[in-house]
């Protein structure tokens, strides 16, 4: 009997403890020191390891349900802040988040996920009229190819002078403009010599332009191009059909040529630096509504070609309008009867292989984001722009290629305003299905999006002491210790006990990881500016000292701020949380603007999330072994690795390799550089750093 009264005394003394801080304070939670005998007499949920308790008062069992429910969710929602089951699933999260997105990218070739391709701009008319160019102009063409193959003999100076008399014997306002840009030690210099045809119903407010590049992308002599652009101007100029104006451009080269006339034709003035030197042009028109090059490089003697290759890929990945691929497509293949094709897949059979193939080739190609033809310099302009570049061995004609570029500008000339009915991101699968930007963007943002999730499960962690390893329920009250502190929580008659710890954080030092990730991304100027401005001789050289630093650099970093800066594992935890949100949101950003350059920094980078301090115990063997992979991925998935293995699997010279990255860093404008060093070489120091920090704490 005397047990009974006992256990009934504190019964009522723990409803009166309850009771009284409900009365006493109307805030939402207050501390309490509870006995063991607090806890007999009542209905009790417990789980002591996440440390929460439930108590359900007998004396007020008719209160709401709805209440008890609730305050029961929010006390488990409470303790599941630090479940060690919910602590370690992000990393988990994040791996399933990388290989759906590879999925995602693998699903896009099937005809569920993409699309025929259309003409959004009625106004186009594609096909839609008669061409006239043939018969006599034939003779022309033949003409200019031969006078045109005798410029090609004399010297530079002679054959600009030609090439102007040329336009100015058909009735163009003529000029030439003087071009040089310095890149690594090498002076690239030419002219460019380019005519006004003044449109006969145009009001000087739009223009559009016709390249003929003197030589192509490939460095071949573009001997029928450029004849065929001349024999195009003459053609045009005799009909009264155009509301346009027409720009015939004649640069040396297929990539700065065209660079430096653009740019000179959307500046007001030009002032020359030790770089880039482009004087102004003297002949201006309206605003561009589109361009179209010819790359033909056949010699005098004459070569008929199978099919068109259709070259759309801009710098830093600008694409054109899709309606000015697809007119172009549906006139030569529709209207002449001329097959068309992309990347060089001239075999398109139309199947899984070789959809993925096209789409594989348009995503290297558009994170690279160098120039690929005349085209590309124009896109930075927001000015629409393809090349036609003829392939193969066939039946067609300069005459069905000449017929092809009639329609086409006649089509532009249709138009009442820029291209802007159709699709600006894109990925093509052919020339006649594409994947649109809402198809194909997710896969980018779900890679991304995995360090953003290990970034915010990182901070959490940063912010918990020790993680206890779950228990088996407890049914015993005396198991709980004496004098633990609880916070309780009242919602009109029921009441929750928190312990306090769970609501307590563990204080954050972020200066340190903050200092160390801003002075990281800081110092990835040093790489980006050594492989942009030494001399060309030297580039190899400067390759292989960043790539020994960028080596050297995690290890004495995580040296200093273990060993003499005495960083925390909380700091260290901090610093790659810093880290990963930083290359998470920038990812996430980019995909917008660049969609392959995101996705393919973001699957390289893709193991630095899952970067973890290797723990060097002897007893663990198991454990240090389950590190290995990742230093190894570490080690292999690096910006200097990833350069060298691209040289190795393109079979060409790492110096051509660094030479072209130099200069479309120095005269194209290409962006494809500044992600590398300063978003994804940073991030990959960090995770070095990260993994060799547990080898200096714990190592000998």
């Known amino acids: 009997m005397s047990k009974k009264r006992s256990v009934e005394a504190e019964?009522?003394?723990?409803?009166?403890?309850?009771?009284?801080?409900?009365?006493?304070?109307?805030?939402?939670?207050?501390?309490?020191?509870?006995?063991?005998?607090?806890?007999?007499?009542?209905?009790?949920?417990?789980?002591?390891k996440q440390g929460y308790y439930v108590y359900n008062n007998p004396r007020v069992a008719s209160g709401s349900l709805k209440s008890t429910i609730t305050m029961a969710l929010s006390a488990r929602l409470l303790a599941l802040r630090r479940s060690p089951i919910l602590l370690k699933l992000p990393p988990y999260l994040s791996l399933l988040c990388i290989l759906i997105g590879i999925a995602w990218l693998l699903l896009l070739p099937l005809n569920e996920y993409s699309r025929q391709t259309y003409i959004s701009e009625n106004a186009i008319l594609p096909g839609q009229v008669h061409t006239y160019f043939g018969g006599s102009e034939h003779n022309i063409f033949r003409a200019y190819r031969q006078e045109v193959?005798?410029?090609?003999?004399?010297?530079?100076?002679?054959?600009?002078?030609?090439?102007?008399?040329?336009?100015?014997?058909?009735?163009?306002?003529?000029?030439?403009?003087?071009?040089?840009?310095?890149?690594?030690?090498?002076?690239?210099?030419?002219?460019?010599?380019?005519g006004?045809?003044?449109?006969?119903?145009?009001?000087?407010?739009?223009?559009?332009?016709?390249?003929?590049?003197?030589?192509?992308?490939?460095?071949?002599?573009?001997?029928?191009?450029?004849?065929?652009?001349?024999?195009?101007?003459?053609?045009?100029?005799?009909?009264?059909?155009?509301?346009?104006?027409?720009?015939?451009?004649?640069?040396?080269?297929?990539?700065?040529?065209?660079?430096?006339?653009?740019?000179?034709?959307?500046?007001?003035?030009?002032?020359?630096?030790?770089?880039?030197?482009?004087?102004?042009?003297?002949?201006?028109?309206?605003?561009?509504?589109?361009?179209v090059a010819l790359d033909y490089p056949v010699g005098p003697w004459g070569k008929r070609f199978d099919k068109l290759d259709v070259y759309y890929d801009g710098i830093n990945g600008a694409l054109p309008n899709l309606?000015?691929?697809?007119?172009?497509?549906?006139?030569?293949?529709?209207?002449?009867?001329?097959?068309?094709?992309?990347?060089?897949?001239?075999?398109?059979?139309?199947?899984?292989?070789?959809?993925?193939?096209?789409?594989?080739?348009?995503?290297?190609?558009?994170?690279?984001?160098?120039?690929?033809?005349p085209h590309s310099a124009f896109m930075s302009y927001h000015v629409d722009a393809i090349t036609l570049k003829t392939v193969g061995d066939g039946w067609h004609d300069e005459m069905t290629l000449g017929r092809v570029t009639e329609s086409v500008f006649r089509s532009i000339n249709n138009l009442l305003e820029k291209f802007h009915q159709s699709f600006f991101f894109y990925i093509l699968l052919n020339t006649n299905r594409f994947v649109s930007i809402g198809s194909y963007l997710p896969a980018a943002m779900l890679v991304a999006g995995s360090f953003t999730i290990n970034a915010l499960a990182l901070w959490v962690l940063s912010g918990k002491g020790p993680v206890e390893k779950p228990g088996k329920l407890e049914a015993h009250p005396t198991?709980?210790?004496?004098?633990?502190?609880?916070?309780?929580?009242?919602?009109?008659?029921?009441?929750?006990?928190?312990?306090?710890?769970?609501?307590?954080?563990?204080?954050?030092?972020?200066?340190?990881?903050?200092?160390?990730?801003?002075?990281?991304?800081?110092?990835?100027?040093?790489?980006l500016?050594?492989?942009?401005?030494?001399?060309?001789?030297?580039?190899?050289?400067?390759?292989?000292?960043?790539?020994?630093?960028?080596?050297?650099?995690?290890?004495?970093?995580?040296?200093?701020?273990?060993?003499?800066?005495?960083?925390?594992?909380?700091?260290?935890?901090?610093?790659?949380?810093?880290?990963?949100?930083?290359?998470?949101?920038?990812?996430?950003?980019?995909?917008?603007?660049?969609?392959?350059?995101?996705?393919?920094?973001?699957?390289?980078?893709?193991?630095?999330?899952?970067?973890?301090?290797?723990?060097?115990?002897?007893?663990?063997?198991?454990?240090?072994?389950?590190?290995?992979?990742?230093?190894?991925?570490?080690?292999?998935?690096s910006p200097p690795a990833v350069l060298s293995g691209l040289s190795m699997y393109t079979q060409n010279n790492l110096s051509w390799i660094l030479l072209e990255i130099a200069k479309g860093w120095s005269a194209q404008g290409a962006w494809s550089d500044l992600v590398v060093w300063s978003v994804w070489w940073p991030a990959w120091v960090l995770g070095g750093t990260v993994l060799l920090s547990g080898i200096v704490r714990t190592g000998p």
């Open 529 to 637: 500016y050594a492989l942009t401005h030494v001399d060309k001789a030297s580039l190899v050289f400067a390759f292989s000292a960043v790539a020994i630093a960028s080596y050297a650099f995690p290890a004495y970093l995580s040296l200093l701020l273990v060993r003499f800066m005495n960083a925390s594992s909380q700091q260290i935890q901090v610093m790659q949380s810093f880290s990963l949100l930083f290359l998470g949101a920038t990812l996430s950003t980019w995909a917008t603007i660049n969609f392959s350059l995101a996705l393919l920094v973001g699957l390289l980078a893709a193991p630095l999330s899952f970067a973890r301090p290797i723990v060097v115990d002897r007893t663990k063997h198991v454990q240090f072994a389950l590190h290995l992979p990742a230093a190894l991925f570490w080690l292999v998935l």
């Open 11 to 48: 019964h009522e003394s723990f409803e009166e403890s309850v009771e009284t801080a409900g009365e006493d304070s109307k805030r939402s939670g207050e501390e309490r020191d509870c006995g063991d005998g607090a806890m007999l007499g009542f209905e009790v949920f417990e789980e002591r």
């Open 149 to 194: 193959w005798t410029l090609g003999q004399q010297s530079d100076e002679e054959r600009t002078t030609g090439l102007r008399r040329v336009l100015n014997d058909i009735g163009l306002k003529t000029a030439v403009q003087d071009w040089r840009f310095e890149v690594a030690g090498e002076r690239i210099e030419g002219k460019n010599v380019y």
């Open 196 to 291: 006004l045809l003044q449109g006969p119903r145009a009001d000087a407010t739009e223009a559009m332009v016709m390249i003929a590049a003197w030589k192509n992308f490939d460095g071949e002599v573009n001997y029928s191009g450029v004849a065929l652009a001349l024999t195009m101007a003459r053609y045009f100029k005799r009909w009264s059909i155009w509301s346009k104006d027409i720009f015939v451009l004649l640069p040396d080269d297929s990539t700065y040529g065209p660079e430096a006339w653009v740019s000179a034709y959307h500046s007001t003035t030009a002032v020359p630096t030790a770089s880039r030197n482009v004087s102004a042009l003297s002949i201006k028109a309206g605003a561009l509504q589109g361009a």
């Open 479 to 527: 198991d709980k210790p004496e004098g633990e502190k609880m916070v309780a929580f009242k919602s009109g008659s029921d009441v929750t006990l928190v312990a306090k710890e769970e609501l307590e954080a563990v204080e954050r030092r972020m200066l340190l990881p903050a200092t160390v990730v801003l002075a990281v991304h800081l110092a990835s100027v040093v790489p």
């Open 323 to 373: 309606d000015l691929l697809n007119t172009a497509v549906q006139v030569a293949s529709g209207q002449m009867g001329i097959g068309c094709s992309l990347h060089g897949i001239t075999d398109h059979k139309d199947n899984y292989e070789d959809r993925l193939k096209c789409l594989a080739k348009g995503v290297m190609k558009q994170a690279a984001g160098h120039a690929t033809g």
